[in-house]
């Protein structure tokens, strides 16, 4: 009866000492997880806040199995000009693939374009949104003016593609959603872009 006691109890330890195991393990796999997204996003904010331009967005609807993207220009070395042959790659491309569940920076390096993904975790939602701050065309009344509304303005072309209507985006918002196993994070920012010149 002895030995039937201790065999259970060393059972119940066993697994207590398992489970307690694969939490810790869990939490900390989690913790990494969300510190690299953390990165991610302070990067992207960094480099969303020196930028002179958004020069190309693409966007979809969100239930749409097409990428998303933002590109952005840094004049990192002040001559004001794109320069394409930069040791700081100053053309910047964070891309949203769907199918693959990755973000990627895309970046120009000696001509070329040197691509690196940025999570090795699967990023579930990636939005990005655009504002202006040319509170006139503000049709909504909601306090900002977003590419949408500058689209249908005059000063936009009216075909539902940010495009033109680039030259006055000055604020972009960002919402990534990282998943790592059944953990679910969603990781959001909003940043003014300090060295634009509107038109």
């Given at each position: 009866?002895?030995?039937g006691?201790?065999?259970?109890?060393s059972?119940?330890?066993?697994?207590?000492?398992?489970g307690?195991?694969?939490?810790?393990?869990?939490?900390k796999?989690?913790?990494?997880?969300?510190?690299?997204?953390?990165?991610?996003?302070?990067?992207?904010?960094r480099?969303?806040?020196?930028?002179n331009?958004?020069?190309a967005?693409?966007?979809?609807?969100?239930?749409?199995?097409?990428?998303?993207?933002?590109?952005?220009?840094?004049?990192?070395?002040g001559?004001?000009d794109?320069?394409?042959d930069?040791?700081?790659?100053?053309?910047?491309?964070?891309?949203?693939?769907?199918?693959?569940?990755k973000?990627?920076?895309?970046?120009n390096?000696?001509?070329?374009?040197?691509?690196?993904?940025?999570?090795?975790?699967?990023?579930s939602?990636?939005?990005?949104?655009?504002?202006?701050?040319?509170?006139?065309?503000?049709?909504?009344?909601?306090g900002?003016?977003?590419?949408r509304?500058?689209?249908?303005?005059?000063v936009?072309?009216?075909?539902g593609l940010?495009?033109?209507e680039?030259?006055?985006?000055?604020?972009v918002?960002i919402?990534?959603?990282?998943?790592?196993?059944?953990?679910?994070?969603v990781?959001?920012?909003q940043?003014?872009?300090r060295?634009?010149?509107?038109?």
């Open positions: 009866m002895a030995i006691l201790f065999g259970l109890l059972s119940l330890l066993l697994g207590f000492a398992l307690t195991s694969r939490v810790t393990q869990d939490t796999q989690f913790a990494n997880v969300s510190e690299d997204a953390r990165l991610v996003m302070e990067r992207l904010s480099e969303l806040r020196q930028a331009e958004v020069t967005v693409e966007l979809t609807t969100p239930s749409s199995t097409d990428a998303k993207e933002i590109t952005i220009w840094i004049d990192f070395d001559k004001g794109k320069d394409e930069a040791a700081d790659p100053e053309v910047l491309t964070y891309r949203w693939e769907p199918s693959e569940k973000l990627t920076l895309t970046a390096q000696g001509g070329g374009d040197v691509t690196r993904p940025l999570l090795s975790s699967i990023v939602e990636f939005h990005i949104d655009l504002y202006s701050s040319s509170w006139s065309y503000d049709t909504n009344g909601d900002r003016t977003s590419w509304e500058l689209d249908s303005a005059p936009g072309n009216g075909n940010p495009d033109k680039l030259a006055r985006i000055d604020v918002a919402s990534l959603t990282v998943l790592d196993g059944p953990h679910k994070q990781y959001t920012t940043v003014d872009l060295n634009r010149n509107l038109n």
